[in-house]
């Protein structure tokens, strides 16, 4: 079964440009999460969704929003990128809201 | 104060070694405990996952948790070089938020 996936695998943008990131969770899985890690740390929670239904939100600014699609597949927005949001972001499945989490390989973003 | 604490490592062990990687928390509402390994520019593989206290043990891998001291254990058997990765401790509440250490830097020299 495939795991995971997430699109695009490398992204470089100008400073103020908007991204959008895609995951596909496991076949199955109806909740997907977003984290940030930044280089040397641990990744930071940025949202959950189940069923597509935002459940759960990380202390990050507006810029950042998500959403999840009928088939469980999710986008992560950024607005007005700063140098700061240059990290790789992660995408999550679960089957629900408190099972296991799968990471996929994630997106790295790097802003100019 | 951060919510998990890790120490960053670097670690360097011989090849064959037992690792003893570890994590502090201070939320008593944490109550599943997992560990995560991530090598470079890779997404975090899961490796244990453990609910409430006690040990688990898979292969050469044992987790550990004191819920008690608020203290997490990994232990790795007979390293091998393959094991040289980046280690993550996560844990969370009632919620689908997981709270990641800063990760531990392994290296396994042959």
């Known amino acids: 079964d495939a795991g995971v996936t997430q699109s695009p695998t490398h992204l470089i943008k100008t400073r103020g440009q908007h991204v959008t990131l895609r995951c596909s969770p496991i076949?199955?899985?109806?909740?997907v999460s977003w984290y940030q890690q930044v280089l040397g740390q641990g990744p930071q929670f940025i949202f959950q969704?189940?069923?597509?239904?935002?459940?759960g939100r990380g202390n990050f600014p507006d810029r950042f929003s998500a959403r999840q699609f009928p088939n469980y597949s999710s986008e992560l927005n950024v607005n007005a990128l700063l140098l700061g949001d240059s990290a790789l972001y992660l995408c999550?499945?679960?089957?629900?809201?408190?099972?296991?989490?799968?990471f996929g390989p994630g997106t790295r973003l790097t802003v100019l | 104060q951060k919510e998990v604490e890790q120490d960053p490592g670097p670690l360097s062990v011989p090849e064959g070694a037992i690792v003893s990687l570890n994590c502090t928390y201070s939320n008593s509402a944490f109550q599943y405990f997992m560990w995560y390994r991530q090598y470079s520019r890779k997404g975090p593989e899961l490796l244990m996952y453990t609910y409430s206290s006690g040990n688990k043990e898979d292969g050469r891998f044992t987790a550990q948790v004191d819920k008690s001291s608020k203290y997490i254990s990994l232990f790795i058997r007979d390293s091998q070089p393959s094991d040289s990765a980046t280690y993550l401790c996560?844990?969370?509440?009632?919620?689908?938020?997981?709270?990641f250490g800063q990760g531990t830097t392994l290296q396994v020299k042959p």
């Open positions: 969704y189940y069923e597509k239904e935002e459940r």
């Open positions: 996560a844990m969370s509440g009632n919620t689908g938020k997981l709270i």
């Open positions: 076949s199955g899985h109806k909740s």
């Open positions: 999550a499945s679960s089957l629900a809201v408190r099972d296991t989490q799968y």
